[in-house]
């Protein structure tokens, strides 16, 4: 049984933000990532929003930048998978393999995958041409065209993105507008490369010799199919909370969202939650950051309180 004052599950911008936060107070957070630190942001090729650089960070960068700084505070990253959570009196108990580790107060910083399309063929191609990262994998189709499936900021990013190494982009969308930022749908929309197909949607994924090949796209006013021959479908339609882990310890929302008050106190007391694995959170690395702050001060209070001694 190791005992520590907090601890902190995920290291993504949230996570890597608390253990910063904590780590100056005092708290000597242990932070506990299954994959490397950064999250979703490590996989970003470059982030153009983030205060302090203005001529934008790649995302691996800035997650390496967060994790020397969380260390440089006395934080302890370990490369490790919670399989369970036990709330206890006071405090959580994180079961690790064989290990049993226990802390008097838990930040769960886990955020949220990308959500997939549902659609025949998708999980077939899985890495063989169904993506969710086009910073990964745009550069592997080089001058070939590509589809991007989505219409929000992230859908739009990556499109822009790929429109640096592909023939052409085709940027599919259900509606007949983005809801992408106006200044992101301006500029996708004013580049050469990216073709917008409007009301449209993937029905089938296909492939040959073990490769996707080709789409098949459904025009949803009119009804009518037709083949887009693409070797690449980068899907960019949402994203899904990482809080199984949370399941019957805290509350969820419908979506299955962590529920907090104000303050990112969950329904456990002694236990937060913060970034995008929480409800009503605004998936942007700047409002996870700002959500690792404020979540610690929130457990500072509690390890004042009589309940958190």
Known sequence: MVEH???????????????????????????????????????????DNYPAFPEGIPGVELAELMRRQAERWG??????????????????????????????????????RWRPLGVPGEREFISRGVSYCATCDGPLYRGQPVAV?????????EALFLARYAECVYLIHRRDQLRATKALQQEALTNDKIHPLWNSVVTEILG?????????????????TSTLEVPVVFVCVGTDPVSEL??????????GFITTDADLQTSAPGVFAAGDVRSGAWPQVVTAAADGALAVRSVERYLRSPGGK
């Open 149 to 157: 499936v989505g219409g929000s900021d992230h859908a739009v990013e």
């Open 75 to 112: 934080a302890q990253l370990r490369l490790a998978e919670v399989e369970s959570i036990s709330l206890t009196a006071p405090g959580v108990a994180l079961q690790l393999g064989d290990e049993l580790l226990r802390a008097r107060s838990l930040i769960i910083a886990t955020g949220a």
């Open 208 to 224: 040959a010799d073990g490769v996707v090949r080709a789409l098949t796209v459904k025009q949803v006013v009119t009804g009518k």
């Open 246 to 255: 949370a399941a019957g310890a805290v509350e969820l929302d419908e979506q």
């Open 5 to 47: 004052e907090l601890a902190i599950v995920g290291a993504g911008p949230a996570g890597l933000t608390a253990a910063i936060y904590a780590g100056r107070a005092g708290l000597a957070p242990i932070v506990l990532e299954r994959q490397l630190p950064g999250g979703q942001m490590g996989l970003t090729y470059l982030i």
